[in-house]
């Protein structure tokens, strides 16, 4: 039995490219959305969360707050090993309890913004990042169809907000 072929025409060869050629760049584009969330996430994370995390980084000491407004705490603070005593040390409100309590701090670049340096702080510190895993989990089941990788990163994300959340 002979074998025969059946030759498409050219127009449906290009139009299967092109709908092919599509497909890729939606791919690519999702890809990038989604790495683009990631990476601002982190990029938003980093400043805080590099002096929490990291000894020597930042100067550390304790934080003891006296009053506390809608989005800020201030206190007295002491640097670890001594020295000179600071007034004015502010910490975001979401967390500090209010006044009379003693933080472990590390101090900002400025001198003036503290974040905490136990576990509370250092995920509250990472709450940005995870705000984009848990956005960019959509964009990586929804768009890319990576319904695993999705739930993976959705539910990392998820897992620091609530850890956040339950330390303070």
């Known amino acids: 039995m002979p074998h025969s072929t059946v030759r498409r025409s050219r127009v449906r060869r290009a139009g299967e ?13 999702m890809a990038l959305l989604a790495l683009l969330l990631m990476v601002a996430g982190a990029w938003a994370s980093w400043d805080a969360a590099q002096p929490a995390m990291r000894a020597g980084v930042a100067e550390r000491g304790t934080l003891v707050v006296e009053q506390c407004g809608e989005d800020r705490c201030r206190g007295v603070f002491a640097p670890e090993g001594g020295g000179a005593r600071r007034d004015g040390v502010w910490v975001a409100a979401q967390v500090a309890d209010g006044g009379g ?6 101090l900002l670049a400025e001198g003036e913004e503290a974040v905490r340096t136990d ?4 995920l509250f510190a990472w709450v940005p990042l995870a705000g984009g895993l848990l956005l960019a989990s959509l964009v990586l089941a929804g768009g890319l169809r990576m319904r695993r990788t999705g739930w993976v990163a959705g539910l990392l994300g998820a897992a620091v907000m609530v850890g956040a959340f339950v330390l303070l």
């Open 17 to 29: 490219s092109a709908y092919g050629l599509l497909l890729v760049l939606k791919n690519t584009f």
């Open 101 to 106: 309590e003693r933080l472990e701090v590390a």
């Open 119 to 122: 576990a509370a702080g250092v």
